[in-house]
């Protein structure tokens, strides 16, 4: 019966057709330039962002005030070889000119895809342009293999590469690189940490195929609900990073706004801000890389809802949702399930998951968000979180991994915890 009910759901199928044999992949390392390389590092920075916002400033010119959808591989040269030439953009020179290419080519795609958005001959959401790059931002400077080559030191735990005109930058080689890199890109954040990330192709491993299936609930109380069809449920919780480290970060910032500008104490202060928010998305990272390795691992289909990132962001909840880093996790799934040959499948948002009974398939209206456990007219004691992770199970065609332990698996996922019973019931009875 539920089955009949959730068919009409719109179905997305995500990493279906993924590759096999070769495929792209990062590898990055933290970098330790030296005080010279630093300098260099910092102007080559800054001519690339100067390329970048001067193709920015002449597409806005061209489109926005005459109109004209401008040639961007004409705007690409004039940016870069013709600037050159000229005496305000001369120092240009000075750098090398691979990563002022490859600034141009980013500001390139990214005005190619908005033309083609505007124009209807883009798939997918509308897409904004590019925005001017500001200095006080994350910097990046990118060169392809005709500007740089690495070597790894013996068994040393340090990588060096040579970038042109900067010299050889030496880097922590946390794992090996498993072959030549096509490209790397340099960057230094806001706290001052340099890295260097390589693009490598990997022979893509493809692990033996499992049997369960997984329906994930991304929440605000949890990060994720996850239940399986092997019968194994469990929640993920929400390390609230940025929570935990608030209160220092609110204080840092303090600091920071009574500090004079342009001063010395300011550039500490902000040095600060920035370590302190580094710190919080490096912890963030790693859990939500672990959650999508389980998942990945375990599970042959993993089955989310699509929420919409962008516009819960504009509601009170954006900070928990910033927080949780939804849109990176799925992301994240992606990504690790095109590499293991696994699927995500991504439903509708609109879908009622929280508000249908798994069991019957009966849509019970909306519950507040206090409401963990129901009971449906069916008789079933429900777990608000597992039963939305089993109907988005469902609504993602996957009843038949679930009906192949005789629907005792369905049951076994969805119903509530006895123990949690006494407290939430009550509750829930009241408020009916
Ligand atoms: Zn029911």
């Not at 005459?66 to 013709?82: C, F, H, M, W, Y």
């Not at 629907?407 to 019931?425: I, K, N, Q």
Request: charged share 25%; with cysteine.
């Amino acid at each position: 019966m539920a089955d009949g009910n959730l068919s009409v759901v719109a179905v997305t199928l995500v990493g279906s057709h993924a590759r096999r044999g070769e495929m792209k992949k990062r590898f990055s390392y933290r970098a330790y330039p030296d005080a010279d390389q630093r300098a260099m590092l910092a102007k080559t920075f800054g001519c690339a962002r100067v390329v970048y916002n001067d193709f920015v400033a002449y597409c806005r010119d061209s489109y926005e005030k005459r109109g004209v959808i401008p040639d961007l591989n004409e705007v690409k040269s004039i940016v870069t070889a013709q600037a050159k030439r000229t005496p305000e953009r001369q120092w240009l020179a000075e750098v090398s000119s691979v990563p002022l290419q490859e600034a141009a080519r980013d500001a390139q795609s990214g005005y190619r895809a908005f033309f083609m958005s505007i124009a209807g001959t883009r798939r997918g959401p509308r897409v904004n342009p590019p925005r001017m790059k500001r200095k006080s931002g994350r910097q990046v400077a990118t060169f392809t293999t005709r500007a740089f080559t690495v070597r790894a030191d013996g068994c040393s735990r340090w990588g060096f590469v040579r970038l042109a005109k900067i010299g050889e930058v030496k880097f922590r080689l946390s794992r090996p690189l498993p072959s030549c890199p096509s490209t790397v890109k340099v960057i230094c954040e806001p706290s001052g940490e340099y890295r260097v990330s390589f693009v490598v192709e990997v022979e893509a491993a493809c692990p033996a195929a499992v049997e369960s299936v997984a329906g994930v609930d991304l929440g605000l109380a949890h990060l994720a609900i996850v239940a399986g069809s092997s019968g194994e449920r469990y929640r993920v919780p929400n390390q609230r990073n940025l929570r935990s480290v608030e209160h220092k970060l609110a204080k840092a910032q303090r600091r920071l706004s009574r500090k004079e500008k342009g001063g010395r104490n300011r550039d500490k202060a902000r040095i600060g801000v920035a370590r302190l928010h580094a710190r919080v998305a490096r912890s963030r990272k790693d859990q939500l890389h672990n959650v999508a390795r389980r998942l990945v691992d375990e599970n042959q289909v993993i089955a989310v809802e699509n929420l919409d990132v962008v516009a819960l962001g504009k509601t009170r909840f954006a900070k928990s949702i910033a927080d949780a880093g939804w849109g990176i996790l799925l992301g994240l799934l992606r990504s690790k399930a095109r590499e293991s040959g696994r699927e995500v499948v991504v439903i509708d948002r609109w879908f009622p998951s929280t508000q249908m009974c798994s069991q019957c398939g009966r849509v019970d209206g909306p519950k507040p968000l206090r409401i963990r456990i129901w009971k449906c007219e069916c008789g079933a004691v429900l777990d608000r979180d597992y039963n939305a992770a089993v109907n988005i199970m469902l609504a993602a065609g996957l009843a038949e991994s679930l009906n192949a332990h005789g629907g005792v698996v369905r049951r076994v996922l969805a119903l509530a915890d006895p123990s949690e019973l006494g407290t939430h019931l009550a509750d829930a009875r009241a408020s009916a």
